[in-house]
């Protein structure tokens, strides 16, 4: 504790200086606690909100080898063309783009298979004003490149994982001790959801609702009204079963 007789031998001057130096501190130390609780509310403890599934745009990109002396495409890859047009057509934002290779030892067989790749992408539902092509060189001019159809469309991205800034063992930092998860906790799970969804959108809003099944309802609806029961019978469900367990 202060001794009152040393406070009243002080000057003014001394006094309006400790003053300024004590309102310093606060002043540092208001800021200080202001910046740790701006970064502590800067990360999230919930994994779903500090590895948050971002949705952008993606490419999906189908490669068509071609040989330097094939001038068409076999019949497995005239498949993967059509099956690339119908997938198009679903979940595309945007058109077609062939990229050529150029100045390779397969240029004049890859243009000749130009020809009936935009065939089967038009037979298939895609116009002729939704493809485009461009060139493009390898960096290896003597390699047989392969031409490229690719697209853009939506996508679900969540990453980079595998961070780890904070020591998971004993230690002073607070992140320990107040017994918060690991940064890295719950990347990998957010990261394999957004890999396997089929509809990216579904993740940030439900679809509309489709057209009920009239027929199942109606067959339903009768069953209830004559008192029977509504279930679904399978005649023959029993006859695959190997054992008895559960019979």
Known sequence: ?????????????????????LLSIGVLAAALAGCVTEREAATPTDYRHRH???????????????GRSRGSLTPTQRAEVAG????????????????????TPNEIAAADSLRQIRSI??????????VSVRPYRPADPTALATIKLNYTKMSAEVGPCGLWPHDLGPSLDRTYNENRPYWNHGCATQRNLAAMVA???????????????????????????LGLSPATVYPNAKEGKISNVGQ
């Open 52 to 66: 948050a599934i971002a949705i952008k745009e993606g490419d999906r990109i189908v490669d068509v080898f071609v």
């Open 121 to 130: 992408l038009h037979a298939a539902g895609v116009p002729h004003h939704a």
């Open 84 to 103: 690339f047009a119908h997938v198009w057509k679903r979940e595309a934002t945007g058109g077609v783009v062939i990229d050529m290779p150029a100045g």
């Open 199 to 225: 509809e990216p959108a579904d993740l940030v809003q439900p679809r509309t609702e489709t057209a009920i099944y009239t027929p199942r309802r109606t067959t339903v609806g009768e069953k209830y009204r």
């Open 1 to 21: 504790m202060m001794n009152p007789s040393r406070l009243l031998l002080r000057s003014p001057a001394d006094l309006r200086r400790r003053a300024r130096e």
